[in-house]
């Protein structure tokens, strides 16, 4: 199947790093490649003020607290590029600053430009799989016009931007959609509140790679008392919170607490430590490597990370694989794949009175109980591998299609 994918979020063309990154979508489209599948991703590349990125490559940590995306390095040139075998058309596309919407100048600039290319390489679409709202929800539903074939959309954020960009057009944006795709169960209930429930949607979740499965039988020794937090250290995530409320554990030097990430709130950790003199308890291990993260993880009794608007958290999942006990927020991005006392466990984010009584709890737990705890988690993890995970967002779109599509005496779609 030739699929064109969408995303304004992409890993970079070797040479050129965005300050802020994901290669969610990535993982997705390697793998569609290795199943077979023609993939051709459109990389709708932000751009904005030159004075934005001056302050965001001065002050990243700070900007990060208030954008989820990317902070990206200012270009005004058109790339193509492959990663994995994947094909990858880098499109900037220019406004003045975050949060606003982009000029319809723009938008016909990356579809008359996609179009081309497109027609230059041969490539026939038959499915659009697009990402992330503004300004893709527009760009994707042109071209879904224009190529006549299906489109799927999956949400990464709450919804109230849609309204807010599109105030005048957001419902026929919102029906030119086939297929609804939501991040998380959270994000799919903000949405059904805002805008009613579509009966074509699925949860668009993402995998670990196969590798990171940790073996059963062969865990690396857990450090007893240690608990890791992988993660921005920004306001959402509420890293503070968690050492507030370990502060009487950490006094008596029954646990250890282990912070991988950087963020504006570092110097606020170190001195909430130094004041209460656990600094020999509490590591800042700063940005460390993808594969660094996973040698913390495997020898850590603990993952937790109770923060806010959380669209997925990739990092659970991996503690999960390696047997942590995982703590996760309630009715955030990890909700629904953690089930409480069977998994894993949830608290309200940022929530250090209630972090401190589910551990005091956790802590009563028999040893037996704790074990089974970890064993459905590393299963949880190996049903949400990479390759599992690819197939079956392929698979939940195609077959919502072929549903609505047979429903339309309209030719089904097939892989």
Not at 85 to 109: A, D, T
Not at 242 to 263: C, D, M, N, V
Request: with cysteine.
């Amino acid at each position: 199947m030739n699929i064109l994918f969408i995303t304004q979020v992409y890993p970079d063309e070797e040479g050129c790093k965005t300050l802020r990154s994901s290669s969610v979508c990535h993982y997705w489209t390697k793998e569609w490649v290795k199943q077979g599948h023609n993939v051709m991703v459109i990389y709708c590349y932000p751009n904005y003020s030159s004075l934005f990125h001056w302050i965001a490559k001065k002050c990243p940590h700070y900007i990060a607290q208030f954008t989820n995306g990317t902070l990206t390095q200012k270009t005004t040139n058109i790339i193509e590029y492959q990663k994995d075998e994947v094909n990858i058309l880098k499109i900037p596309m220019y406004k003045f600053c975050p949060k606003i919407r982009y000029s319809q100048q723009i938008i016909e600039h990356i579809i008359d430009t996609t179009t081309r290319v497109l027609k230059k390489k041969k490539f026939k679409p038959e499915l659009i799989l697009s990402h992330f709202d503004n300004p893709i929800l527009e760009i994707a539903g042109k071209l879904k016009d224009i190529y006549n074939i299906p489109l799927s959309f999956v949400l990464h954020g709450y919804a109230k931007d849609i309204r807010r960009l599109y105030p005048n057009n957001y419902q026929e944006l919102i029906n030119k959609v086939d297929v609804w795709g939501y991040r998380s169960l959270a994000i799919k209930e903000d949405f059904d509140s805002n805008y009613g429930k579509k009966a074509k949607s699925f949860i668009c979740y993402s995998g670990i790679p196969d590798s990171y499965i940790a073996n059963i039988e062969c865990q690396a020794e857990k450090i007893k008392g240690k608990i890791c937090y992988v993660g921005a250290l920004i306001k959402r995530k509420y890293p503070e919170k968690i050492l507030i409320a370990l502060l009487p554990l950490l006094k008596k030097q029954e646990i250890s607490l282990t912070y991988i990430g950087e963020g504006a709130l570092k110097k606020r950790i170190y001195t909430i430590a130094r004041k209460n003199n656990i600094l020999t308890q509490v590591n800042l291990a700063g940005h460390i490597s993808r594969d660094a993260v996973q040698k913390e993880l495997s020898n850590s009794d603990y993952f937790i990370m109770i923060s806010r608007h959380e669209t997925f958290g990739m990092v659970y999942l991996e503690a999960m694989a390696h047997g942590c006990i995982t703590i996760a927020s309630k009715k955030e991005g990890f909700d629904g794949i953690i089930e409480h006392g069977v998994n894993g466990f949830l608290c309200k984010a940022g929530d250090e009175k209630e972090l401190y009584n589910l551990l005091c709890q956790i802590n009563l737990m028999d040893r037996q109980t704790l074990s089974t705890i970890r064993m459905n988690a590393i299963k949880t993890a190996q049903k949400m591998t990479e390759s599992i995970i690819a197939k079956k967002y392929l698979e939940n779109v195609l077959n919502l299609l072929n549903k609505t599509y047979h429903n339309n005496d309209q030719k089904s779609m097939s892989n």
